[in-house]
């Protein structure tokens, strides 16, 4: 079981910028996905970067807005969200699954512990 840990996020208004990491002890083996539920609604995959840094967009919506990136040396993954729209106030999740990106939810076996991202006026 590899615990991660989150931070960053918080409030911002729309057109604002945010960003959450994703810690771990060790994430060289493991492609990040990154999550998240608003209210009311499901958990849905936006996108993931590999444990070699291929980044995959599984959500148009956040396309050209968010983006994934690592530090491997530091075991921390990233999510910069730009241009954010309050449609995007979520809970927002890092998992990690072996190597590659999965689209399949249940494919990524740990989980942060989830951060709010407000965008408000």
């Known amino acids: 079981q590899l615990a991660l840990m989150q931070s960053g996020g918080g409030m911002v208004r729309p057109g604002g910028s945010l960003k959450v990491s994703c810690a771990a002890s060790e994430l060289n083996d493991y492609a990040i996905g990154w999550f998240r539920q608003a209210p009311g609604k499901d958990k849905s995959l936006l996108l993931c970067?590999?444990?070699?840094?291929?980044?995959?967009n599984y959500d148009d919506s956040v396309k050209d807005r968010f983006s994934a990136s690592r530090d491997n040396a530091e075991n921390t993954g990233f999510l910069q969200m730009n241009n954010l729209k309050p449609e995007d106030t979520a809970v927002y999740f890092c998992a990690t699954t072996l190597y590659t990106c999965r689209n399949q939810m249940n494919r990524y076996y740990n989980w942060g512990q989830g951060t709010q991202v407000t965008v408000s006026a």
């Open positions: 970067i590999s444990n070699i840094g291929h980044i995959t």
